[in-house]
């Protein structure tokens, strides 16, 4: 397959201007200081619809011909895929059906019913919409848009790499999420023809959740694999394959791919909201993670794609107590005391002394092993640090309690 050309990302960026919003560039000092050079992000959690995936949508839909539009489109998506297609939809005046999973968090759902789609719910994971909506565009004629692996979408999602360009000229690394490819492939194609144009060379580095890194695999064998899975915080690139055309072109033009733990991805999302007042979702989040744990060098000005917005204010509470327990910030203990008074008085006193925060209380009589004379103490502590959860557990052990940590 011959890779698209500078020119191609040039015109798919004229047709899409109408479409999307040139993003902002925000540098972080904070992350500047952990990776030793200027770090940006490109905040794509700030475009239309909530993320990249707009880009790919409308440019594939633009290109649709006038009896293909009316014909109708269809897709399969947990969510940002379905956005990019009901709003590219609703834009140039074509019907669009998606299929949805059953649990699909809501404010993706009312998002995408709010930009004028049809919406069928079915099935408990995005297998039973993905096949649904391919049996619906072999019987009506509608086209079926993927969310990745057609050479349009790569080419749409590449603009983003013009834009960044544009944005830092001065460019050496670039961080980029993967799930099946599309957004890597197309940024990475965009930034090294711009790149070769001026002379120089760029590197691109793909970020995978641990839980479903298919790429590494896949790229070590020299073609796609099908991977076994396991959930993630980071559902939108969750993929337990990549698509055929990314990857043929991520294997050419990509430098590396690393991966990272939920834990690191929920540490970064609490990082860029603390510091940068940001909110991202875990797919969004993966490359700061790597900048954090110490996954990627670099020795010139650094950029990461924050790929997209759209988090479930539910999951963004948990993942935020997930980020503070995964920061040693925020602990649950539960201690044994006597069944007499005063001692959660004392257990409080020793708290306070050591300076940790105190947000939630259970004291309970029920539990398996107590004796009947003995009472449960459940807290929820806040603490500043690994430091001062050793401090906090150690004047615990001194007084002569036995605190156990509450897994998170």
Do not use: C
Request: charged letters at 20%; a negative charge.
């Amino acid at each position: 397959m011959n890779l698209p050309t500078l020119a191609d990302f040039e015109d798919a960026a004229a047709v899409l201007a109408p479409h999307i919003n040139h993003t902002p560039l925000e540098t972080s000092e904070y992350l500047s200081e952990v990776l030793g050079v200027p770090v940006h992000l490109k905040l794509e959690n700030l475009q239309r619809t909530g993320s990249f995936k707009i880009r790919g949508a409308a440019y594939r839909l633009s290109r649709l011909t006038a009896e293909e539009r009316a014909r109708g489109v269809v897709a399969a998506s947990a969510g940002n895929h379905a956005q990019g297609v009901a709003r590219a939809a609703q834009r140039l005046g074509i019907p669009a059906t998606i299929f949805m999973p059953l649990g699909v968090p809501v404010p993706k759902l009312l998002a995408t019913r709010g930009y004028g789609a049809e919406v069928v719910l079915e099935g408990d994971t995005v297998e039973t919409p993905l096949r649904l909506a391919a049996e619906f565009a072999e019987r009506t004629g509608a086209v079926l848009i993927p969310p990745y692996d057609h050479r349009d979408i790569v080419v749409g999602q590449g603009t983003l790499g013009l834009e960044l360009w544009d944005d830092v000229p001065d460019v050496d690394t670039v961080l980029v999420g993967i799930g099946g490819g599309g957004l890597i492939a197309g940024v990475a194609t965009a930034l090294k023809a711009r790149a070769a144009a001026a002379g120089r060379t760029i590197r691109v580095i793909g970020v995978q959740a641990a839980n479903s890194a298919a790429y590494p695999a896949s790229l070590a064998a020299g073609a796609p694999l099908q991977v076994a899975t396991t959930p993630t915080i980071a559902d939108g690139i969750a993929v337990a394959r990549p698509g055929d055309i990314p990857f043929e072109i991520i294997e050419r033009v990509v430098d590396d791919v690393v991966t990272v733990t939920d834990d690191d991805i929920a540490r970064a999302i609490l990082v860029l909201l603390e510091r940068a007042k940001l909110v991202v979702e875990p797919a969004g989040a993966v490359g700061v993670a790597a900048i954090l744990t110490g996954r990627v060098q670099a020795s010139g000005p650094t950029v990461s794609i924050l790929s997209g917005g759209n988090i479930d204010p539910l999951l963004l509470q948990r993942v935020v107590a997930h980020g503070l327990t995964a920061s040693a910030r925020y602990m649950t203990l539960q201690i044994p005391l006597p069944d007499r008074p005063g001692q959660l008085a004392r257990v409080s006193e020793l708290l306070a002394s050591v300076g940790a925060n105190v947000i939630e209380v259970l004291h309970t009589r029920h539990g398996h092993g107590l004796q009947i004379s003995e009472v449960i103490l459940q807290l929820s502590v806040e603490t500043r640090g690994e430091d001062h959860r050793v401090q906090v557990l150690r004047a615990l052990q001194d007084a002569g309690y036995e605190p156990a940590v509450v897994p998170d």
